[in-house]
Each structure stands twice: as structure tokens, then as C-alpha cells.
């Protein structure tokens, strides 16, 4: 049981160029997510699926897509790359929405761009 | 706005000492508060949870009391292990609902043998 898993682990992106982050869950888990962790800062989130076929927007969303490719996989792309995306990118996964649910979180993506 | 207020790292403690993370938080209404940590390499995890006004949350020999009058949701260990070093993330969800959790900017804490 691999939980939540993320790739890569490491991405340098010169700016501009765009690419997508992976995560798999196999929890069978309808509620995924995707934050941000800057120096200084706690998790922000970017995007969420609440179940299989949604996404919504978080607090962070400009600059970033997601897919929900099924119920396991919930992909985020950077469409073209800035400086201020440098970041660590965690992806995490629940069973439901409501707070009373764990969120399960991925080892995360260290990006940065140059 | 809402917010999550946690002691600045990184805190240094020897083996065995008594442990305290302090978190405060700002919110309208009656939000539910945690206790994430993330060991070196990996994903954050719960560590310990709670939902009401005076309730201890607790786990693995930590534990937090949810202080409405103080707003306050501080993190105590008795005798920390080296083991325990991590990086520790106060949060609170507001609306039950898990897409609103807002999360403290994380306390670094080392523990020397």
C-alpha cells in the first residue's frame, strides 16, 4: 500500500517552459489536492477534486491546471513556468471533503524555476 | 481574515525535555483544529485533531487542548525523543470542510541526544 505517491521529486524548469506534475492515490479515496509550501509560509492550496469528474479552485490557483484523470490520479500543470513557482508541491488525498476526513499527503515536488 | 499564528523555528531541545509549540488562530465562526508533522523526506501527517472548545486532542505522547477564550491550540510533550525532530504545522478548517483548512507557516523543531 503505497498511499499517496508523487513525481518527480526534483524538476528545474527554465521560464516559460511548462510540465506536469503526477500523483496517484490508492486508497480509493474520492477527495484529492494539490497546496504549495513556501519558506515562511504554510500550505496554500492551489486546486481540489472533491470527487471523481470536479475540480475547484483553492486560495492559489492563477498560473496552474489540473486534470482528474480518474479516481486515483490528479494530475497540476504549469502551462508556462515564472520564477514565483519556485515552490514544493504537495499533493494529498481524502476520503470526503469534511474536515473530519484525514487528509493523506504525497512525499512532495521540489520545482524550481529559473 | 482567518489565520493560523505559530511560534517561529527552528526550536532546539535536548532528549527527554518538555515540549511547547504555541499556536493561536483568528477565525469567525467555530473552526476545527490540528496538529500536522512532517518528517524529513516525506508528506505531512495528522498527528492529532480537535473539534470542539476544551476538547485534548493526543497522540503518540503529545497532546493540545483547544483554548476558545485564549484562541489558542498549543502543542505539549512531556519528554520528547530524537525521533519527535520534525517540522510541526498548526491548522484549522472552518465550515467542515476540508477545502478551507488553512494551515500555520511551521515550527522546525531539532531534538540532540
Known amino acids: 500500500n503505497a498511499g499517496v505517491t508523487q513525481t518527480p521529486k526534483f524538476q528545474v524548469l527554465k521560464t516559460g517552459q511548462s510540465m506536469t506534475l503526477q500523483c496517484a492515490q490508492d486508497m480509493n479515496h474520492n477527495s484529492m489536492y494539490w497546496y504549495r509550501q513556501d519558506p515562511g509560509m504554510g500550505l496554500r492550496l492551489i486546486y481540489y477534486s472533491a470527487s471523481e469528474g470536479t475540480t475547484d479552485k483553492g486560495e492559489v490557483p492563477n498560473g496552474y491546471n489540473v486534470s482528474r484523470l480518474n479516481k486515483r490520479e490528479f494530475s497540476l500543470r504549469l502551462e508556462s513556468a515564472a520564477p514565483s513557482q519556485t515552490s514544493v508541491y504537495f499533493c494529498a488525498s481524502s476520503e470526503g471533503t469534511e474536515s473530519s476526513y484525514e487528509q493523506y499527503f504525497g512525499p512532495g515536488t521540489r520545482l524550481t524555476v529559473t | 481574515g482567518n489565520s493560523v499564528t505559530q511560534m517561529e523555528g527552528p526550536v532546539t531541545l535536548s532528549e527527554e525535555a518538555f515540549l511547547t509549540i504555541n499556536c493561536t488562530y483568528t477565525a469567525t465562526g467555530y473552526p476545527s483544529l490540528f496538529w500536522y508533522v512532517q518528517y524529513p523526506g516525506e508528506g505531512l501527517q495528522l498527528l492529532l485533531k480537535?473539534?470542539?472548545?476544551?476538547d485534548k486532542g493526543s497522540n503518540k505522547g503529545f497532546e493540545a487542548t483547544y483554548r476558545k477564550e485564549t484562541t489558542s491550540f498549543h502543542l505539549e510533550k512531556g519528554s520528547v525523543q530524537v525521533s519527535d525532530s520534525a517540522v510541526y504545522f498548526c491548522?484549522?478548517?472552518?465550515?467542515?470542510?476540508?477545502?478551507?483548512?488553512?494551515f500555520g507557516s511551521g515550527t522546525r523543531l531539532s531534538i540532540r541526544p
Open positions: 480537535a473539534t470542539k472548545a476544551d
Open positions: 491548522a484549522l478548517t472552518l465550515y467542515s470542510s476540508a477545502s478551507k483548512i488553512i
